[in-house]
């Protein structure tokens, strides 16, 4: 199995601009999680879905951020326009309903917003 | 609201040294509490899960504790190698919604 794709890897954009990161969970897992990562906030929830239906969406920071599942193998998270203090880690992870607890995490969109 | 706190932020030590990692939360009223890794510019892995009715759990040369009462635990590496070289992040929840709180992390680097 590949585990979560994330792409890009790398984003740098300029204020301003929209950014989608994109995710492909574990085939056959049905809940993913949206997470972004900051040195001064650490790790926080933004989104989850189960069975591609946003279930928490309490952790979007602003209506700048969307989020979106259109089918079981395909995620986005939008921010537009972005800002600076955007600039963070974005993770994806997927996890069974069956072992829901493990969670398997993407290797991570790091996004420079200038 | 639920905040998670890991001491200390960073720890060196030389290798083959058993090392704990601490974890401390304000609310004791968690469904379960994990500890994860994550290595430089990679994503997390699961290392242990504690359900809130146990006292620890063992992985090979891992065990984590947990104290509800006190709102603590600990991680315990023993006989350390430089490949334990890693953040380690522990994560409670407060129910069984899947939402995990996180701490931001001890930096460890185990020193040949």
Redesign the interface.
């Known amino acids: 199995d590949a585990g979560?794709i994330q792409s890009p890897r790398h984003e740098v954009t300029e204020m301003g601009q929209e950014v989608t990161l994109r995710c492909k969970p574990i085939s056959g897992h049905d809940?993913l999680?949206w997470y972004r990562q900051t040195m001064m906030r650490?790790?926080?929830?933004l989104i989850?879905f189960n069975n591609n239906v946003p279930?928490?969406d309490s952790g979007m920071p602003e209506d700048r951020f969307s989020a979106k599942m259109p089918n079981a193998s395909f995620s986005t998270l939008k921010i537009q326009p972005s800002e600076p203090r955007d600039s963070a880690v974005y993770?994806c992870?997927s996890?069974l309903l069956l072992d829901?607890?493990?969670?398997y995490?993407?290797?991570?969109t790091r996004l420079l917003v200038l | 609201k639920q905040e998670v706190t890991q001491i200390p932020a960073a720890l060196s030590v030389p290798e083959g040294e058993n090392l704990v990692l601490n974890c401390s939360f304000t609310d004791s009223a968690i469904y379960?509490l994990?500890w994860f890794r994550q290595d430089p510019?990679?994503?997390?892995?699961?290392l242990l899960?504690i359900q809130s009715s146990q006292r620890e759990q063992t992985s090979g040369r891992l065990n984590a504790s947990l104290d509800k009462s006190s709102g603590r635990s600990t991680l315990y590496i023993a006989a350390s190698q430089p490949g334990d070289s890693a953040t380690y992040?522990c994560?409670v929840?407060r129910g069984s919604?899947?939402?995990?709180t996180?701490?931001?992390?001890t930096l460890l680097t185990v020193n040949p």
């Open positions: 979560v809940y999680f650490g790790l926080e929830l989850y279930i928490d993770f992870a996890s829901g607890w493990t969670q995490f993407g290797p991570g | 379960n994990q510019g990679k994503g997390l892995t699961s899960l992040l994560a929840s919604n899947y939402k995990l996180f701490g931001k992390g």
